[in-house]
């Protein structure tokens, strides 16, 4: 088999892997906007909650999912187990680091095995591990992890829950981004963005609340309680689908990195494909001349 024939195997070769890697570029850049387009669907519905928890700030309760002065706090680190995800997953790890470093009185839990192995190679200690291989279902997975945290709050084990979990902010900016999800007190500071692009809720009181006199007809504690499964429910839920948009426009922006290189690859071969086939040419051209030369010599 001559040099051409090798090169034009192997040129073959890319532009099928070419295709084939395009196409799944394709499903995951459309997979991230069908998703995101799903998200606004429940954006108004978590937005009505935060109205709610600015009109009932100055109500005075007991209740510890409304206020608490409990210094422990619950840590949730929300990382991917796929394996193009590390990069990410260490930026999240990071913030979540420096999270856990601010309280001294931390329970750490984390959504993904490979993520708390890595943070704990930081020093990180993590009292509760949960994976989507164990439980694959995305809703059954935030109702386990709401019931592990607003339990803990109302036993009195703990008096706020922070969350650190991948966002993406639009299709090409990705980045950890820190919440408070309880108590709801402090669900209404805004957030801001630190030096390393790290999303930040501001510390301070609520910036937008809606101060509004409002009928109340039963306890606030009982009525925070049922809010709050509903309420924690959703944004866990938001986030852990906010990890899958990340894995997809990760996915997509990854696959288009292997797009660029085997293109590059393919101009190349092209061009070494055009070169070898002119070569082999010319010697059979030679081959030719030389042959008939000699034939007229006799």
């Not at 706020?160 to 408070?180: D, E, G, N």
Request: hydrophobic letters at 40%; charged letters at 25%.
């Amino acid at each position: 088999m001559g040099k051409a024939m090798r090169l034009k195997g192997d040129l073959d070769d890319v532009e099928a892997l070419l295709e084939i890697i395009s196409v799944l570029r394709d499903v995951s850049t459309n997979r991230f906007y069908q998703f995101s387009q799903r998200k606004t669907n429940y954006t108004s519905f978590l937005e009505a909650f935060l109205d709610y928890f600015g009109m009932i700030g100055n109500v005075d309760t007991k209740c510890p999912l409304v206020k608490n002065d409990n210094p422990n706090v619950d840590l949730l680190v929300i990382a991917s187990d796929l394996g193009f995800m590390s990069q990410l997953n260490g930026r999240v790890g990071s913030a979540a680091f420096k999270e856990y470093q601010k309280y001294p009185r931390i329970n750490a839990i984390c959504l993904g095995k490979r993520a708390s192995d890595k943070m704990k190679g930081l020093g990180m200690q993590f009292e509760k591990i949960f994976t989507l291989n164990e439980i694959p279902d995305r809703y059954e997975m935030a109702l386990q992890i709401r019931e592990y945290l607003v339990g803990r709050m109302l036993r009195g084990e703990s008096g706020k829950a922070i969350v650190v979990y991948l966002w993406a902010k639009t299709f090409s900016i990705l980045k950890p981004r820190v919440v408070t999800l309880l108590p709801a007190s402090e669900l209404l500071a805004g957030e801001e963005e630190d030096a390393d692009g790290v999303v930040q809720a501001r510390q301070g009181g609520p910036a937008t609340a809606k101060k509004e006199k409002f009928i109340l007809e039963s306890s606030i504690d009982h009525l925070m309680r049922g809010l709050a499964d509903i309420w924690v429910h959703s944004r866990l839920y938001e986030m852990i689908n906010d990890l899958q948009l990340v894995e997809f426009a990760a996915q997509s922006q990854q696959l288009e990195s292997a797009i660029e290189g085997l293109s590059s690859e393919k101009k190349a071969l092209t061009v070494s494909v055009r070169k070898a086939t002119r070569e082999e040419l010319n010697k059979a051209i030679r081959e030719v001349f030389t042959q008939v030369a000699m034939m007229k010599r006799r």
